[in-house]
């Protein structure tokens, strides 16, 4: 046995049984198992050009927040510059108009004022006409000596000062 040259059958069976198990998982097993691994490598090239494609979907929606917030923003500061210029203009329309209104009130009671002064100068003339007749009564009355023309006049001062 030692012979290099003796053919060996057990190692002719080894060989044809080893072609015929690679025929047979080739046949059987290896298009199973490479369809196997052709959906998986398939189903994972999906699901990463879906991820990448919700990333770049996310990433448009972050986008048009963003410029919505600061347009809302913007919005926000120009209706609050509008409203406090509105309020600004309502304050001064309201002051202008107080002004006016004290100033129609302090005319008028001036008015006032006036008409009764006038009327309270009137009066004190016409008491006086009255007072000067009563006395120029009186003085016509009495003898004209110079007593009774003292008495008169502390009597016509003492009316006066009651009238005051």
């Given at each position: 046995m030692n012979n290099p040259l003796v053919f060996d059958w057990t190692m002719l069976a080894q060989m044809i049984s080893f072609v015929l198990l690679v025929w047979f998982l080739?046949?059987?097993?290896?298009?199973?198992?490479?369809?196997?691994m052709e959906k998986r490598r398939n189903f994972i090239e999906t699901n990463l050009a879906e991820a990448k494609e919700e990333r770049q979907q996310a990433e448009q929606i972050k986008r048009e927040y963003q410029e919505e917030m600061r347009q809302a923003r913007q919005e926000a500061q120009e209706v609050i510059a509008k409203a406090t210029k509105v309020?600004?203009?309502?304050?001064?329309?309201?002051?202008?108009?107080?002004?006016?209104?004290?100033?129609?009130?302090?005319?008028?009671a001036l008015v006032d004022i006036q008409r009764e002064r006038d009327r309270a100068i009137a009066d004190v003339k016409g008491q006086?006409?009255?007072?000067?007749?009563?006395?120029?009564?009186?003085?016509?009355?009495?003898k004209l000596d110079l007593k009774g023309q003292s008495q008169l006049i502390e009597q016509f001062i003492q009316e006066v000062g009651e009238l005051q």
């Open positions: 080739g046949k059987v097993a290896w298009n199973p198992l490479n369809n196997m309020g600004e203009a309502s304050a001064n329309e309201i002051i202008v108009a107080a002004h006016e209104e004290a100033e129609k009130i302090k005319k008028s006086a006409a009255d007072l000067s007749i009563l006395v120029a009564e009186k003085i016509i009355r009495q």
